[in-house]
C-alpha cells in the first residue's frame, strides 16, 4: 500500500482540499472537545482511525498503521475485503430490511454455510456476541424446563471468561470489574475456577442446566482450556444431562486455526456461539445448537429484529465463502505457527516474557509487568496491537496476514519489549 496523497489526507481530515492545515489561516475556532456527546463508557487511545485497506489502517493525519488487532478479532478478511465488499453494495441496491415475520432466503444459506462445516443442525440470529450468548443461555433454560423442570435453569462458568455485558451475560463472565455498579445480578449463574475439575463437580447441582467456557479465554489473557480438562467437562455433562455451550464469540470463524475452536479438541458443543469473525465488522453474531434442541424454541420464544436481515445475511455469507474458499482456516493455522514462532526466537532471551502461548493467529505475550505503555509505544511506531488483562499483549492480525507483515511486525514488537524491558525498575533487565 502506498501512502495516503495530500488530497486523500485532506478529504480524510476535513481539511480544504489544496491546501494543508498549516496553511489555514490564523484564528481558526478550536477544534472542539472529541466525543463530549459520547458516554465515556470505553477508555479510547488518542487515534482516529479513518480508512483501511487489508492489513493496514490510516489515521486522520494520514499516518499509516499495521493492524493487529482486527478491531478484537472482527475483522479476519483484513480491512474492506473486496468481494465482501462486492456483495454488500449488490445488496445494497437489493433490500436491505425485512422482518423476520417473512422468509429470508439468505438467512436459509448461511445456516446452510454454518451447520454444513460444524456439527450444529440449528442456528439462530442476531446481532452480536452478548445476544448471541444471551441466546444461548435462553436456549439453555427453555430446554431444561421442558426436560427438567423449572427448577433445572443454572449455567457453570468460569474465572477469567469473558461472555458479554447484557445482564446476564456479564453475570456468566468470569470477572469482577464487568458487574461494579450493577448489582442486583440476575440469578442462576455460578463461576468456578477454571482447571479445577474439583471445584466444579461440587457446583454441578439438580439446578445446573448447562456449562459454558471459551477454548482459549481471549480476554481473560489468552488462556487455552487443557484437554484433558474439557473431555472430563464432556464427560460430565454427559454424566449429569448438562448442556455443553462453548463461547466462539472471539475464537471463531477461523481465527485459531480450525473453523472453530472446539474442533482443535474433537468435541461436539450442545450450542456455541458466534459474531466477531462472523461478517467482516457488519454487526452480526449467531447462536448455534444440535437437531435435538430446535423445539426448545417455539415461535415467539426468542426474537431480534435485526438478527439476519437481508443485509446482514448477505456480508455474513460473503465472509464465510471467502474464508471457505481461501482456506482461510488452514492459513491462520500456518501463519500463527509462523508468527509465534517468530516471537519464539526474538524473546527468547529476555526474562521480561513469561510465555508465549495462544491458538492460530489468537497470540498472548504474557509479561512479567503491565504491558499498557508497550500498546502505547506500538501506535507511535505504527503498529496496533492489544492487551488481554494487564500483563498479556495480544496478537490478532488478520488471516490473509503475510510473513512480510509478520516479519515487520515482530522487529518492531521484539525492539520494543526488549527496550521496555531494559528500563522497567531495572530489576528484569537481566
Ligand atoms: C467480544 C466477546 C463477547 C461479546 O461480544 P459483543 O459483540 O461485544 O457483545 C462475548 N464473548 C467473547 C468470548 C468475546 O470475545
Known amino acids: 500500500m502506498s501512502e495516503l496523497t495530500q488530497t486523500e489526507q485532506d478529504s480524510l ?9 498549516e496553511t ?6 478550536p477544534a472542539p472537545a472529541r466525543l463530549s456527546a459520547i458516554f465515556p463508557s470505553y477508555a479510547r487511545y488518542d487515534l482516529s482511525l479513518v480508512k483501511g485497506k487489508g492489513s493496514w489502517v490510516w489515521d486522520d493525519q494520514g499516518n499509516k498503521y499495521l493492524d493487529f488487532m482486527c478491531g478484537l478479532a472482527v475483522t479476519s478478511l483484513g480491512h474492506a475485503p473486496e468481494k465482501v465488499g462486492e456483495k454488500l453494495k449488490a445488496q445494497i441496491d437489493t433490500l436491505w430490511h425485512v422482518s423476520n415475520l417473512f422468509h429470508i432466503p439468505g438467512q436459509e444459506r448461511v445456516a446452510a454455510l454454518l451447520t454444513g462445516n460444524s456439527c450444529a ?6 446481532n452480536s456476541g452478548a445476544e448471541a450468548n444471551e441466546a444461548a443461555i435462553k436456549l439453555a433454560r427453555r430446554y431444561h424446563q421442558k426436560v427438567k423442570g423449572a427448577d433445572c435453569y443454572e449455567v457453570i462458568t468460569f474465572e477469567q471468561s469473558f461472555h458479554g455485558r447484557t445482564l446476564a451475560t456479564l453475570t456468566a463472565t468470569g470477572q469482577a470489574k464487568v458487574k461494579e455498579g450493577f448489582l442486583p445480578l440476575p440469578a442462576g449463574f455460578k463461576t468456578v475456577p477454571l482447571h479445577d475439575l474439583e471445584a466444579l463437580k461440587a457446583a454441578i447441582t439438580e439446578h445446573t442446566a448447562a ?10 489473557g489468552v488462556l487455552e482450556v487443557q484437554q484433558e480438562f474439557l473431555d ?7 454424566e449429569h444431562g448438562l448442556l455443553l455451550i462453548v ?9 485459531t486455526g480450525k473453523l472453530f475452536a472446539h474442533q482443535h479438541y474433537g468435541i461436539e458443543p450442545d450450542i456455541f456461539t458466534l459474531a466477531k469473525g462472523v461478517a467482516s465488522g457488519f454487526p452480526a453474531g449467531v447462536m448455534l445448537g444440535k437437531g435435538y434442541l430446535r423445539e426448545a424454541f417455539s415461535p415467539g420464544s426468542h426474537a431480534s429484529t435485526f438478527g ?8 455474513m455469507e460473503a465472509t464465510i465463502e471467502t474464508m471457505l474458499e481461501d482456506k482461510l482456516p488452514e492459513r491462520a493455522a500456518e501463519m ?3 508468527l509465534s514462532g517468530l516471537l519464539r526466537e526474538k524473546l527468547a532471551d529476555t526474562p521480561f516474557v513469561k510465555e508465549i502461548r495462544g491458538k492460530g493467529l489468537l497470540i498472548g505475550i504474557e509479561c512479567k509487568e503491565p504491558v499498557a505503555e508497550i500498546v502505547l509505544a506500538g501506535q507511535k511506531r505504527g503498529l496496533l496491537f492489544v492487551q488481554a488483562g494487564p500483563n498479556v499483549i495480544r496478537l490478532l492480525p488478520n488471516l490473509y496476514v503475510t510473513t512480510a507483515e509478520i516479519d515487520q511486525a515482530v522487529d518492531i514488537l521484539s525492539e520494543l519489549i526488549h527496550t521496555y524491558a531494559n528500563t522497567a525498575n531495572g530489576e528484569v533487565s537481566s
Request: net charge negative; glycine share 14%; with cysteine.
Open 247 to 255: 463461547d466462539e464469540v472471539q475464537t471463531g470463524m477461523g481465527r
Open 336 to 338: 500463527g505457527d509462523y
Open 308 to 315: 439476519g436481515t437481508p443485509l446482514s445475511a448477505a456480508v
Open 211 to 220: 456449562i459454558m467456557l471459551e477454548m482459549v479465554l481471549a480476554e481473560g
Open 232 to 238: 472430563a467437562v464432556v464427560a460430565l455433562c454427559k
Open 121 to 126: 443442525d440449528q442456528v439462530f440470529f442476531c
Open 24 to 29: 489555514q489561516e490564523q484564528g481558526a475556532a
Open 13 to 21: 481530515t476535513g481539511a480544504p482540499q489544496g491546501r494543508s492545515a
